[in-house]
């Protein structure tokens, strides 16, 4: 399942004393880079993990990685009801894709998706088909998306059209199912 982090649990995350060790204070006596004694100093752990004011750069990384890896490959796609969402954009185009069987791919786990796009500069109509169907496993969406959108939905007579001839595939058990990624199946 998913997991929200507010700011509130985010910041414990990375403050908490669970999991690190304490931070050093400087000797009495002494002190480095200006810190009064007994304050807590900037040093380096035993994990080689750089200690910045007790919190650990390294944590904080893994931390930052984490929520990244979670965005995409924990998208629960049928809670976004309208089925829009953006996927990696080249330099001169964005791009985005349109889940066409929310409700049937619960049970199936195939997705079936059109792919969009438009050019920078372009107004909103001025948009491009560039996959009008797509059969894809529910891992491989989930590795393609981006973040969910609120506007792009397109006339679906075309997937509509690309849809009933992958049906008719293979004596009419259905064509090929992608199960890498989006960018990779187009």
């Known amino acids: 399942m998913h997991q929200r ?10 403050f908490s004393p669970v999991g690190r060790a304490k931070a050093p204070r400087c000797p009495t006596g002494s002190s480095q880079r200006g ?33 990244v890896a979670t965005g995409a490959f924990g998208a629960d796609l049928a809670a ?25 791919a ?21 948009v491009e088909r560039l996959v009008r169907h797509m059969a894809i496993t529910e891992k491989a969406l989930k590795a393609s998306v981006k973040e969910p959108l609120k506007n792009g939905s397109v006339y679906p007579e075309s997937f509509y059209n690309a849809f009933a001839a992958w049906q008719q595939e293979n004596n009419g058990k259905g064509g090929s199912i992608c199960d890498t990624s989006v960018m990779e199946c187009m």
Request: hydrophobic letters at 40%; glycine letters at 6%; charged letters at 15%.
């Open 80 to 104: 976004h009801r309208s089925g829009i969402w953006s996927i990696e954009s080249t330099r001169d185009m964005n791009r985005w894709l349109v889940i066409h069987n929310l409700e049937s």
């Open 106 to 126: 619960k049970t199936t786990r195939v997705y079936h998706i059109e792919v969009i796009g438009r050019k920078q500069g372009n107004a909103a109509w001025q």
């Open 5 to 14: 982090f507010s700011v509130h649990r985010l910041s414990y995350l990375i």
């Open 35 to 67: 810190a009064p004694v007994g304050h807590l100093c900037p040093t380096y752990s035993a994990n080689s993990s750089v200690m910045h004011q007790g919190f650990s750069v390294h944590r904080l990384s893994c931390l930052i990685f984490g929520l």
